[in-house]
Nanobody, 121 residues
């Protein structure tokens, strides 16, 4: 199974920005649809954003639309650009391998270990 490692989290004030990165252990990373999820304390893990193999399809949760961008390079890294962060964005962010079905991102059981994002008010 492909190993996924997230990085880029940290402590930021509301209104600030962060860029999260997800690095795969194999170059075949570029063959996979990928996505980001997050989980806040006491809450279920929720979808944040997804991106197709070549980046021509992206999707976002309503809670982050207009504030988040997702991209991938031609090596083995996927990015989540987060802007105008809010305290409600505080969570552990996880990288995921998935697929698109009827324009809906469907996660697999392949997850990274997560990176903590904390947004202060």
């Amino acid at each position: 199974q492909v190993q996924l490692v997230e990085s880029g989290g940290g402590l930021v004030q509301a209104g600030g920005s962060l860029q999260l990165s997800c690095v795969a252990s194999k170059r075949t990373f570029l063959l996979y649809t990928m996505g980001w999820f997050r989980q806040a304390p006491g809450k279920e893990r929720e979808f944040v954003a997804g991106i197709s193999t070549n980046g021509d399809r992206t999707s976002f949760a309503d809670s982050v639309k207009g504030r988040v961008g997702i991209s991938r390079d031609y090596d083995k890294t996927m990015y989540l650009e987060m802007n105008n962060l809010k305290p409600e964005d505080t969570a552990i962010y996880y990288c995921n391998i998935g697929s698109y079905s009827s324009s809906t991102y469907r996660p697999s059981d392949s997850w990274g270990q997560g990176t903590q994002v904390t947004v202060s008010s």
